[in-house]
């Protein structure tokens, strides 16, 4: 098996390394991301110049864009074979939620799903690499599973799975539940303070608190000390909406 590994947090980030070291006992592996941190680059594509990848000594490829640039590069013409799998991660915080609208290594993953290769974002819950053994642990059983027991027969096309792992010893994780994304409060104001050359200028608020954390939600598995799991979809149609307008643009 071919194994893609991407991020967002760039290749020097200790999530990546322990997610392709966990990766190397079930196939081949081929690291190929950001050279610097993309965090909440979302789906973003660079446009506007060109990209250049290079390598590291012990073979990581780096690019000077996005992870979804990194996904995109490597899927259509920088590796000779495609991919069986994408694994993305292991993220430095939570993607649960509404962030995963902003999230830089749920996008990596779901370049891989647009181009119908079964995808897995991770991400440690907490922030700070205390349990990452943890998290590297549960992605290697979960692609393990993916491997022995394909979710692709299952679902008959391709999945993107977005996991999130407290932050805690292996032992005291409460099992894997699939869950749905809880929704959040709108975020906190932006930072607002006075550069050096007295302009003002602005940081980005934090995220919002939960508002819909509860049973079945990845928030509440997580709480409960669940490894969560959410099969997610691209599609934003609001398929309910759609008769209303059309009679609204009658
Ligand atoms: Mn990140």
Known sequence: MRI???NDDG???PGIKALAEAMKSLGDVIVVAPEQNHSGASNSLTLSRPLSVRETADGVRYVNGTPTDCVHIALTGLLELKPDIVVSGINDGQNMGDDTIYSGTVAAAMEGYLFGVPSFAFSMVQRGWEHLDTAARVAHDIVERHLHHSLVDAVKVPFLL????????Y??????ACTRLGKRHQSEPVFKQESPRGETIYWIGHAGSARDAGPGTDFHAVVNGQVS?????????????MRKVSEWLR
């Open 4 to 6: 893609l590994v991407s």
């Open 11 to 13: 290749y020097f980030s």
């Open 162 to 169: 977005n996991v999130n792992i407290p932050n805690r010893p």
């Open 171 to 176: 032992d005291e994780l409460q099992g894997m």
């Open 229 to 241: 799991v959410t099969p997610l979809q691209i599609d934003l149609t609001h398929v309910e909406q």
